[in-house]
Every structure is written in structure tokens, then in C-alpha cells.
């Protein structure tokens, strides 16, 4: 990690340490990689009118999010099979974040027991991918909730897989086929063969997804499974149903029109989390950050929170000058997982913190809580700002 100076070092040395079936399933989008593109370069269109001569001797960017504070207004996002990449890479950056006093996400389509997060680390939030069957949902909510989590997200803009053909070309595949063209890309990087790979069978057994539902899911390794066709059915009477069982903040994950955020106030959720899953789902949807003007513009009194092409101290102020609360990244933190564990995810969070830290005083805004759209000329930022409403920062 002495080599690391930036979070976009980060996907060069991990392409180089994991199989490439498995940095592909990372860093890769659906179809064309369109959204994915867009995420990142979004952040380029929006540039910073700086002011001199103010007193940045002291900075601060601690948020205070759902009745927490937070060391710096960045969390850590829901990722999918991470312990595939790195050992116990969900409690790994679970640890990590927080010592640094951040947020970190569990998804459902984690490889590792939400009890097992919470009860070694004691994070609070977890995304889930909810059934539509009421029943199944109940059972997996009442699962969060007995596990002592205490935000729960719903992850919303995935009705049905995505078409992710890199994922195809590359030989990754749920459940995990042993081609011998991938066996043979595990040989190629012994580093990840000896320190993830072994040491999680001998530990923990056979990777299975845990957490979609009140029990344990399918081995990775599994034959074909039938697909889960019913979250195509979810609608927002199953969002307000989950808010008269769900008694902590709810969280919509997914959202990129003003009338989606609309109806998610409406249906009693507290927040939302404008994105477009990295651009792994819909090819073509809108970057987060051109969507979120508009939804904060909507958003009343929820907080709103964004993801999805976030790599510096600067992308992270840039966001959060144009309404965001607060923001989330995952691709970074997951490949720093990969690299050196929780001492990776560490070094990623101070990197960003540094950079969030220096930008605050070259932009002239000691505190945080003053940054608004007045820091911004770009296309997004000159006729924008917050309504003048209280918000979580």
C-alpha cells in the first residue's frame, strides 16, 4: 500500500493481484459500460469557484447522519461477493470503517453472515435485495432487526439481473462454474490462491450467499438455480409495508427520478440514495450526479445521499455542494480489501479523508456545513442550491 497515493491506484494493483474473471466482475458495467463511464466523468463537467483569504487554519467535515456522527461525510457502499476478493473482505472493511468512525454497508448479496458483521464489528446499516413475497420479506426483515442493524436500505433498481456480458466473456458466473480456463487463472496469482481462496475454505467452508433471505442461500459452487422472479414485483405499497415493520430509518437505494423520490417520502422512508448501481444495471441511465439536483430540489425533509463514480476529495465536495448529505463509494474500498484487508480499507479511508481535509481549505470553506452550490460553476452548479430547509448536516 506504500505505493498507494490515490484511490485510482487502488483498480491497477488489484487487476494485477486478483484473477481477472474476478476484477472483471468489479470494475465491470452492464452491456456497453455507458452508465459506468458517465459516472466518472460526470464529476469532470463540474469545476469550483474558490475563495481566497478565508480563515481555513481549522477544518471541519464530520456529519452528523440519522442521529450519528460521523468522522467525514463519505461511507462505505453494498458490494456483492467481496469475500471472494479478499478474506473476509466484509468484515475487513466493516473493521475499517469503523475505526475511522464511517458507515459501511452490508448487502444481502454478501458471502458472509450479517450476525457475523454486526457482532465483529457493530455496523449498522444493511442493504437488502427484499422479495416481493411478504411473508419471506417479513422473516428477512425481522432477521436485520433481531441482528441489531440500524438502518436498513432497500435496494430498488433491481427488478431483475442486469446484462452484464463482460462478467460472460470473462468466465464469471453465479454459481461459480471451475472452467479450466478459470482454474487456470487462479494458478496465475498464487497470492490470491493461498491468502483468499484457501484460507476461506479452510476456514469458513464453501462460499454461500447468506443473507437473501430469514436462511442460509445456495453455495456458490451450486448447480443451476431457479431465478427469483419476484422482485419484479415489488412496488411502493411493499415499501410502505416495510416501514410499519421496520421501526429504525429506511433507506431507498436505487433512485434517479424526482417522482421515484417522491413516492419514497410518501411511503415513509427517511432517506435515499441517488444511483444507478454503478452502472451495473440499467446501460444508459442517468449518472447519479446529474439526477441529483432535481431530487434534492423534491427530497422535503429526507436525507438524500448519492453513489457511483467517486474517487476524490473533491468528487466527494462536488456532490455534496449540489444538496447531496452525504455520499458512498465501493468499488475503491473493496479493491483496497483485496490488496491488504482491513489495513488496506484503512489506508483508502485516510487518503480520502486527507484529500477531503486540503480541498476544504484551497476551496476556502473550513466547514462543511457552509459548502453549497455559491463553491460551484459548472453545468450542474450555477442556478442550483439547497431549498432552505434543516438537513441531517
Known amino acids: 500500500m506504500r505505493r498507494i497515493f490515490a484511490l485510482d491506484d487502488l483498480e491497477a494493483a488489484a487487476a494485477r493481484r486478483l484473477p481477472r474473471p474476478l476484477f472483471r466482475f468489479i470494475a465491470g458495467g452492464s452491456e456497453t459500460s455507458g452508465s459506468l463511464n458517465a459516472n466518472r466523468q460526470s464529476?469532470?463537467?463540474?469545476?469550483?469557484?474558490?475563495?481566497?483569504?478565508?480563515?481555513?487554519?481549522?477544518?471541519?467535515?464530520?456529519?452528523?447522519?440519522?442521529?450519528?456522527?460521523?468522522?467525514?461525510?463519505?461511507?462505505?457502499?453494498?458490494?456483492?461477493?467481496?469475500?471472494?476478493?479478499?478474506?473476509?473482505?466484509?468484515?475487513?472493511?466493516?473493521?475499517?470503517?469503523?475505526?475511522?468512525?464511517?458507515?459501511?454497508?452490508?448487502?444481502?448479496?454478501a458471502l458472509t453472515p450479517l450476525e457475523r458483521v454486526r457482532e465483529a464489528t457493530g455496523t449498522g446499516w444493511f442493504a437488502g435485495y427484499l422479495p416481493a413475497d411478504r411473508e419471506r420479506m417479513g422473516a428477512l426483515v425481522d432477521r436485520v432487526a433481531n441482528a441489531g442493524y440500524e438502518v436498513l436500505v432497500v435496494t430498488a433498481d433491481v427488478p431483475v439481473p442486469a446484462n452484464?456480458?463482460?462478467?460472460?466473456?470473462?468466465?464469471?458466473?453465479?454459481?461459480?462454474?471451475?472452467?479450466?480456463?478459470?482454474?487456470?487463472?487462479?494458478?496465475?496469482?498464487?497470492?490470491?490462491?493461498?491468502?483468499?481462496?484457501?484460507?476461506?475454505?479452510?476456514?469458513?467452508?464453501?462460499?454461500?450467499?447468506?443473507?437473501?433471505?430469514?436462511?442460509?442461500?445456495?453455495?456458490?459452487?451450486?448447480?443451476?438455480?431457479?431465478?427469483d422472479t419476484s422482485r419484479a414485483r415489488l412496488t411502493w405499497d411493499d415499501l410502505a409495508w416495510v416501514r410499519q415493520r421496520w421501526s429504525g430509518p429506511l433507506i431507498v437505494k436505487g433512485i434517479l427520478a424526482p417522482d421515484d423520490a417522491v413516492a419514497a417520502r410518501q411511503a415513509g422512508a427517511d432517506g435515499v440514495i441517488v444511483s444507478n448501481h454503478g452502472g451495473r444495471q440499467l446501460d444508459g441511465a442517468v449518472a447519479p450526479l446529474q439526477a441529483l439536483p432535481s431530487i434534492v430540489s423534491v427530497a422535503g425533509d429526507m436525507t438524500v445521499m448519492i453513489d457511483?463514480?467517486?474517487?476524490?476529495?473533491?468528487?466527494?465536495?462536488?456532490?455534496?455542494?449540489?444538496?447531496?448529505?452525504?455520499?458512498?463509494?465501493?468499488?475503491?474500498?473493496?479493491?483496497?480489501?483485496?490488496?491488504?484487508?482491513?489495513?488496506?480499507?484503512?489506508?483508502?479511508?485516510?487518503?480520502l479523508s486527507q484529500e477531503i481535509d486540503r480541498d476544504l481549505a484551497l476551496l476556502g470553506c473550513p466547514d462543511i456545513a457552509t459548502l453549497d452550490a455559491r463553491f460551484l460553476d459548472g453545468t450542474f452548479g450555477r442556478e442550483f442550491s439547497r431549498p432552505n430547509t434543516e438537513t441531517t448536516r
Open 308 to 351: 457511483g463514480g467517486l474517487r476524490r476529495g473533491t468528487d466527494v465536495l462536488k456532490a455534496l455542494a449540489l444538496g447531496a448529505d452525504f455520499v458512498f463509494l465501493g468499488r475503491p474500498f473493496l479493491y483496497a480489501a483485496a490488496l491488504a484487508g482491513e489495513a488496506g480499507v484503512a489506508h483508502a479511508i485516510d487518503l
Open 164 to 227: 452484464r456480458e463482460q462478467n460472460l466473456r470473462s468466465g464469471f458466473s453465479v454459481p461459480l462454474r471451475l472452467t479450466p480456463s478459470l482454474l487456470l487463472d487462479g494458478l496465475m496469482h498464487p497470492h490470491w490462491l493461498v491468502s483468499t481462496a484457501a484460507r476461506t475454505l479452510w476456514c469458513h467452508g464453501v462460499p454461500h450467499f447468506e443473507n437473501f433471505s430469514a436462511s442460509r442461500g445456495a453455495s456458490m459452487l451450486a448447480g443451476p438455480q431457479a431465478p
Open 43 to 109: 464529476y469532470g463537467e463540474i469545476f469550483f469557484k474558490p475563495r481566497t483569504l478565508r480563515d481555513v487554519g481549522k477544518r471541519q467535515q464530520a456529519v452528523e447522519l440519522f442521529g450519528r456522527r460521523h468522522a467525514a461525510p463519505f461511507g462505505i457502499a453494498p458490494m456483492g461477493a467481496a469475500a471472494l476478493m479478499g478474506f473476509d473482505a466484509d468484515v475487513a472493511m466493516a473493521r475499517a470503517a469503523q475505526a475511522a468512525g464511517v458507515p459501511f454497508i452490508l448487502t444481502s448479496a
